[in-house]
């Protein structure tokens, strides 16, 4: 069944948390020490069975399209397997995609032309592990038509998400937006399967009443449901809702999803994988996470030069290359080749790759982007006014060193 899907995955928008993507677009976010967010998705397709991956670029995409390349070129075209990155075409337009419905009307094409009769969407700025083939299995138990994954919402969940109205059957009536609350209700995550006849048919409609721009946050499944379930497509369906998380596919149900909504959801996304037991699971045998690693030597403490102290690390991840003189790490999150100097602490941080703390320098409650230089002696994290002077502070307090920045 896999083998016959087309799987467009979006990458196209800036997305948040804003101060990570001022060079690089979401998907393109490091994440979890050593991968991209896109990796997420990218690794569920593949454990899934589906290997016609279109992906759709367009906000600096460069860093993206060297990760897939670096990273991604594993499918055999031989056989019909491509990850393609499809960037605006223009073919019958100028204009760049504005959403994601545009971006499929400008590639009907390579709709119509594929072999496929169902096509997956999925939004490529989120961060979770699920079986696509049970979905797809889902989908044509329920006779086709359109599908929506979603998952269960609540507690803890941030306000202005989106509540999905279902029947007994869990067919989806309706949506609406949802505020702080303390019971569970579901709630949209990004997946989409819509069956092939269905999507050309509506395109040019569903183009025609969505002018929703990307910059505007709504996301996929609002997008495609919206039209269907107001009555502006002329047809009776009625969409279905497959529940994320349950017993169904081969992954481990740990429920996790994240959208690394904000700064601080997205630190607490990285601090949440330092726990005893993560609610992600990395480490499922046969559902591992693939992405790109430099050939860099191993991670290693070494004694500090001046001090003599050993280097220390607690209940931290250390990507290959990083090298900790002397300088202890705690509850922090190191990406690769990042130095630690002598009597530098760094605790609760994400040091993104090529850091370099200074001797004696104290970091705390930090984002560190790619390459950006810690003085020797400097204190980040201990002072939010002085911190608010030269960097962004989110309202967690939780400081952002942007990329390249030597202090």
Not at 329 to 347: C, Q
Request: proline content about 5%; charged content about 25%; aromatic content about 8%.
């Amino acid at each position: 069944m896999p083998s016959k899907t087309l799987t467009f995955v979006f990458a196209a928008e800036r997305g948040t948390p804003r101060p990570l993507t001022e060079h690089r677009c979401k998907a393109a976010v490091p994440v979890a020490g050593k991968y991209r967010v896109i990796d997420f998705t990218l690794a569920n397709c593949l454990h899934s069975g589906l290997r016609q991956v279109l992906i759709l670029s367009q906000y600096k995409s460069h860093s993206l399209h060297k990760h897939l390349r670096n990273g991604w070129s594993l499918f055999n075209a031989e056989l019909g397997e491509f990850i393609t990155a499809v960037p605006p075409q223009m073919r019958y337009e100028s204009g760049w995609y504005r959403n994601a419905i545009d971006a499929l009307r400008q590639n009907c094409y390579l709709i119509e032309r594929s072999q496929a009769d169902t096509v997956l969407l999925l939004d490529g700025g989120l961060v979770y592990r699920m079986d696509y083939a049970e979905l797809i299995r889902f989908h044509r138990e329920q006779g086709g038509g359109l599908t929506c994954a979603l998952r269960q919402a609540g507690v803890g969940t941030a306000s202005g998400g989106i509540e999905v109205k279902l029947d007994e059957a869990d067919r989806i009536l309706g949506l609406s937006p949802r505020g702080e609350g303390d019971e569970p209700y579901a709630s949209t995550m990004g997946v989409v399967l819509i069956d092939k006849a269905l999507l050309l048919e509506q395109i040019e409609r569903l183009a025609a009443v969505t002018e929703v721009e990307m910059e505007s946050g709504v996301d996929l499944t609002t997008q495609f449901l919206t039209p269907f379930l107001e009555g502006r497509i002329d047809t009776p369906l009625q969409p279905s809702a497959y529940r994320f998380g349950g017993e169904r596919g081969r992954v481990t149900p740990d429920r996790y999803w994240s959208d690394l909504g904000s700064t601080d959801a997205y630190f607490r996304a990285n601090m949440d994988l330092l726990k005893a037991e993560s609610p992600l699971d990395l480490y499922q045998a046969d559902w591992n996470i693939l992405t790109y690693q430099g050939q860099y030597p191993p991670a290693r403490t070494v004694p500090g030069p001046s001090s003599g102290n050993e280097g220390i690390f607690v209940n931290s991840m250390l990507a290959a290359g990083t090298v900790i003189r002397g300088g202890g790490v705690s509850h922090s999150v190191l990406y690769p080749r990042v130095e630690v100097e002598d009597g530098a602490i760094v605790d609760e941080a994400i040091l993104f790759e090529g850091v370099r703390v200074g001797a004696n320098a104290r970091v705390r409650r930090c984002i560190c982007d790619k390459d950006v230089v810690i003085p020797p002696g400097a204190r980040i994290g201990e002072d939010r006014r002085a911190d608010a002077e030269r960097f962004e502070v989110s309202d967690d307090g939780i400081v952002v060193i942007r990329k390249g920045r030597s202090l």
